[in-house]
């Protein structure tokens, strides 16, 4: 059978940093293909290229062939991905809140009255609501799903929304090829099952279906063939028949061998701060009701695939969302979250978006050193009779961050240049001095390498084990780098969509991480 | 994850705005003692000449944009399109109309121009049209004062003025006067009906309804739902936004020809410049808000803002001896409707956030 | 400083300015005159130009709103003349009345203003512009009873024109004027704006004032860092009112007259254009850019007078006033939000 989408030598770069790299990938008609990887393996920029994203064209494009039915295509917008036939379910839903159930599965393809049609042509043509909900209605039970077209999407459920987007595909005559983004991350086992069902019959009507989920079992279960992307490159590809969950788990976190750059040690197990029930609604990144023990002393890595919650565990403590449920910080409850109160106890967030929360990006590196201890700590204020004004003591701040400097090796032409003018890797340390000024005893990094070139990266993990050993601060790392964590971490937690799944110690298997990432159990019961 | 829908919130606002309007229009005609017949003529009257112009802001509110200060603009189009044809003689008939077709070409490509403008600030929409009316105001009086007689020659020497630089600042529309106004005017005691502008009015809202009820008024409700979510469902957002400040500019220009002709006579510089102020709060007193608005909140709203305009002066005469106090009410209401719906609104957009 | 650079709206005004002086002087102008005015009109608008300098480094945004902090000047102003307070006392007592007006409606006017997050330029319009019709009734029914402030018939209601007169006329324009030849120099008016500008400069070096700075160029960062965001922009407002409230001091006691009513209205638009042209973009402004700005906008508005007159049109002085003040604001609304989604991306 001749597929309906190939794609040949697909390369893709963000600011010279390979995304994708040599993908080759057919899909036929009817087929499902299944699609698994870790973060950062280029899944998202996949999808991307397929449905026309414009931040693909804005990041310089691609290269490498893409032909969909046999003929060469370079899909420059979602409008022309849409008219080729190509249909998309989104994981964060794109579904218009203010619009009804109805409106929104036929938003586009709009019924309209015929002798408008003739006058003003079919855009400006008057709408048939009574047949478009009617017709929305009929896809609707075509899913066994009973649901009142005259809703708002506002007033739904994440379950039934995510029934809503893929109803709206399907309502589509014109669909070839669907993809699925995670479709079921936000659906229970039930409703799972029933969306594969449906696959299934789409995959009769000889519609291409590109599946992508964390779920092994499920991809197992329904994908007649699957592939696994790692760090932008196609690793692997099983036929059904062929697909084992221990496979693919390890596939997609690969061999790397390394050093641990940490010697292993015993940790007392005395907790220094333990979450109990702890939420954090923090919007793709929530928490539901985690528990959670960390040690006095430790270094605990933080790990799970995007959007199941580890980095929402720092900003939290911070009060930057709405959290719920308790935290015991040193034996006694956090009443009440308050950015100020918790640093003064001694926590401190390192903050992954260091563009968006870790600098001041015009402002001096002294200025941004110092800011969070002079803040909350009132560090480095002149004595005088005007104290209570707070004017810096520019001799202490400068002696004080030239000291820092020098020992976090940050390259800079002065201590008075701007944070925008240094490296991402300089301005990561920038944010690590301020840490240090404000001298936590419980520190929360979020992804400390993202965004980094790799000598400066070493550095990063250096000083954070050098803290960790030295000034005896406890460390919660949370980040996707699995094989980085495993490197300087005493104890890995595994999240998986908001809870702690797993804590693994860090010398265990790839499979195993594989396998608690994707939240499965245990190993297949059968090679199939 | 849960979405908070305050449905008390969206009740608050359809229906609290024009019951505060019912009562304060009601006990202020009280306190004026003029007879209701008096004030049904001047509403129907306000009705007729704001109506186009109110309803000009509704397809901006829907496509998320909202309150189109720079209405203005197309009314400025409209006033210089007559200006064209009364300086060059040309009327009757074919002047109105070949105003027309001079006033909505302007608009159009002033509409585009102004769709291009808030393209580029999008979330600063409101102070932007304020800001475009405001300089688009100045090029006006450039153009008119400064301008005709000098390096436009003008005919019809009538309307400029003795210095022989610059238009007056009242010019006569008598040659157009009453040309549609008066049609189907229906009599019944002292209550007078123009039944035909009503029906204009009438017709303009019709085409919006149709307009929002097409493929295209689809994309307008998605763009102004969301922005980020259309364009993944292939819309053009920009495109779209483009298009609806040229509706609503050309309707504002047709708005602008309604009122003039009504009063007979236009201050050149002053006539459009509260209009998109009385025509903002006219929408909010109908119970819209800065995120929807409907055809019935326009119409609604004329008729209860402009009930309230007519009766306070004199009410504020009788009750504080001082009319100049039903003035200043007045100008409160007017500034402080589109304050408060500016307060408010925020706050009810934080509780449809996802949290 | 080391970040200023030269924008077309300066390049052009600059330019502007420079032609205007060569055709005043072809015009045969009395050029001293006009430059011994300038330093006038500099100080006369420039402390209005300062207030603005809180809001925009806080994130608030171009303080539209500036009616209000206006008012409480005019409060206090009023307050003092019914007290027949005359010369520096008179004056002084101005000031400190007007701060205390200012230091409340600033309050009120900061929290409204923290409840519309991200809108605070629109809804501050709206809140100036309701908020005049209101405070027409004050001046109307105010129960003042000095009769040089009332209207002259019937004796109830503020007039909309109080003559300085007998009060504080020129107070300040009037203290160790510097003479060489013809140039006279206003040490003590430029005095007070150093003062201002002073004061303004200290604050930001203060605890409060790094946090101001920090809240608006990166609010997330700086609530990560257990900055309270919300009193933080509360107290830029106030300082930006109180400092509005002192501009219209300052500028009644040059200009000869309080104006009441609607006159505050059109305050905020030249202030804000001033402000821009000296290099502000709507975010981070130096003290530095508001003198510079106001000295050239005002510069302008000097000089196109006599030359508007000159060739018969005087309306043109008005027209080019707008279209300079309109046109550099919407350049500033287009580019900052450009600027912006840069960032975002």
Known sequence: MEDLLTITQLNKSYNGHPALTNINLSIKPGEIHGLVGANGSGKTTLMNILFGNPVIQATGGYSGEICFEGRRTAIKNCAEAIRLGIGMVHQEFALIPDMTVGENIRLGREHTQAWTDRLFGCQYSFVDRQKDYTAAQQTLNRLWINLDVKLKIADLTTNLRQFVEIAREIDRTDLKLLILDEPTAVLNKRDGLKLTEILKEMSKRQIGILFISHRLEEIQQICDRVSVLRDGRLVSQYKKGSISINNLARDMIGHEVNKAAAAKRAIAKQPVISFKNFSVRMPGEEINSLDLDVHQGEILGLTSLSGHGKLAVGYGMMAMYPVDGDVYYQNSRIARMDARANIKKGLYVLPDDRQGLGIMADQSLEDNVIFTANQVKNKFVRKSALAWLGFIDRVKSQKHVTAMVQDLDIKCTSVRQAVKELSGGNQQKVCIARALTVDPQLLFVAEPTRGIDISAKEKILQMLIEINRSRNTTIVIASSELDELKRVCDRIAVMVEGKVFKILPPDSSEVEFGLALSGEEGADNEQL | MIIKNPAGGRLYNEYIVPAVFIILSFLAWQFSGLSGSFVFNQVLTRFIRDGILVLALVIPVVAGMGLNFAITVGAMAMQTALLVMIGYRIGGIPGILLAVVLGVVLSVLLGYLIGIILNRVKGKEMITTIIIGFLFNSVYQLIFLVGFGTIIPVPNTDIILTRGIGVRNTVDLGMYRNTIDKLWLIKAGQLEVPLFMILLVLG????????????????????????PTSEVLGIDAKKVRIKVMIISTVLAALGQLAYLQNIGMFDVYTAHLTNDVIACAALLAGGASIKSAKIKHALLGVFLFHTLFIVSPQAGQNLFNNAALGEYFRSFVAYGTIAVALVINVRNEDGYKVS | MNSYKLRPPQVIISLFLIILVALSYTLQMNLVTLFNESMVKMVMNGVLVLSLIPMLNVGAGMNFGLPVGIVGGLLGMCLAINFRMTGFYGFFMSLMFSLVFCALLGWLYGLILNRVKGREEIAGTFIGYSFIPLMNYVWTLVPFTNREMLYPIGGRGLRPRISLENYFNHILDDVAVLKMGGVEIPLGLLAFFALVSLFLYLYFRTKIGRATVAVGENESFARLSGVNISRTRLTAVIISTIIAGLGICVYAQSYGFVQLYDEPLSMAFPAIAAILIG???????????????VYLLQSIYLLT?????????????????????????????LVRERQGRSIDY
């Open chain 3, 279 to 293: 290099g502000s973009t709507g975010k981070k402004t130096f003290i530095f850019e508001a003198v510079l700005g």
């Open chain 2, 204 to 227: 303009v809202a019709a085409f919006i309804f149709y307009i929002l009820h097409t493929r295209f008024g689809q994309q307008i409700k998605a763009v102004g739902s969301s922005t």
């Open chain 3, 305 to 333: 007078v006599p030359i508007a007159n000159a060739i018969l049109i005087p309306e043109l002085t008005e027209i080019l006033r707008t279209m300079i003040t309109y046109g550099v604001i919407l350049y500033a609304l």
